[in-house]
């Protein structure tokens, strides 16, 4: 059975790095057939993707958040990381991470991690 | 870049069916779609993915209840006897090239 762990700090402060890992086990990150992303949910709002990583290393940002964002991939660790720079309350949300399929024309997410809030505050 | 268009909120009473639609902007009308289900408090599950011929696929253990159809740009999901742990809020999901787009959500009350 598939299992995306998200960790990192639930506090942030304005203007500093966001940083958190996903782990999967249950399967390898190292998979042709996946890529791997994350996706936020600011507190009553709806789902935002913010990026996504296949295990060569090449990455995929959503336009609004590129200039900030970096995701990177441990295959060693079978697992997957987020950094968010300057970030600002803006920011506050529930992170997931998620595994999305790479078939050709078929790309949908169809795990998703348990999701971590944090928060961005002095 | 594909737009997802969603009701904000939708109710049906225990027992009874209900449809939710998700609406994919003009030119991209013969997207794949799929849907998920956020519970409250909950983090989101898949339920399926739904192509423009009305096809779907969908994840491991949903129930038979859920189903999905399509008609031109609009995508479907149909819930029957429904339940109350249906109640949640419901998104669609699409992609192109590598770039995903979620919709807005619909929250559906089971009354």
């Known amino acids: 059975q598939l299992q995306l762990q998200e960790s990192g700090p639930g506090l942030v402060k304005p203007s500093e790095t966001l940083s958190l890992n996903c782990t999967v086990s249950?399967?390898?990150?190292?998979?042709?057939?996946?890529?791997w992303g994350w996706i936020r949910q600011p507190p009553g709002k709806g789902l935002e993707w913010i990026g996504s990583i296949y295990y060569s290393g090449s990455t995929y940002y959503n336009p609004s958040l590129k200039s900030r964002v970096t995701i990177s991939v441990d295959t060693s660790k079978n697992q997957f990381s987020l950094k968010l720079s300057s970030v600002t309350a803006a920011d506050t949300a529930v992170y997931y991470c998620?595994?999305?399929?790479?078939?050709?024309?078929?790309?949908?997410?169809?795990?998703w991690g348990q999701g971590t809030l944090v928060t961005v505050s002095s | 870049q594909p737009v997802l268009t969603q009701s904000s909120s939708a109710s049906a009473s225990l027992g009874s069916s209900v449809k939710l639609t998700c609406t994919l902007s003009?030119?991209?009308?013969?997207?794949?779609i799929a849907w998920h289900q956020q519970q409250p408090g909950k983090a989101p599950r898949y339920l399926m993915k739904l192509e423009g011929s009305g096809s779907y696929n969908k994840g491991s253990g949903v129930p038979d209840r859920f189903s999905g159809s399509s008609s031109g740009a609009d995508r479907y999901l149909t819930i029957s006897n429904l339940q109350s742990e249906d109640e949640a809020d419901y998104y669609c999901?699409?992609?192109?090239?590598?770039?995903?787009?979620f919709g807005g959500g619909t929250k559906l009350t089971v009354l």
């Open positions: 003009s030119g991209h009308r013969n997207y794949i």
């Open positions: 249950g399967g390898s990150i190292s998979s042709t057939v996946y890529y």
């Open positions: 999901e699409t992609w192109d090239s590598n770039s995903w787009v």
């Open positions: 998620a595994r999305h399929v790479a078939a050709t024309g078929t790309r949908m997410i169809d795990y």
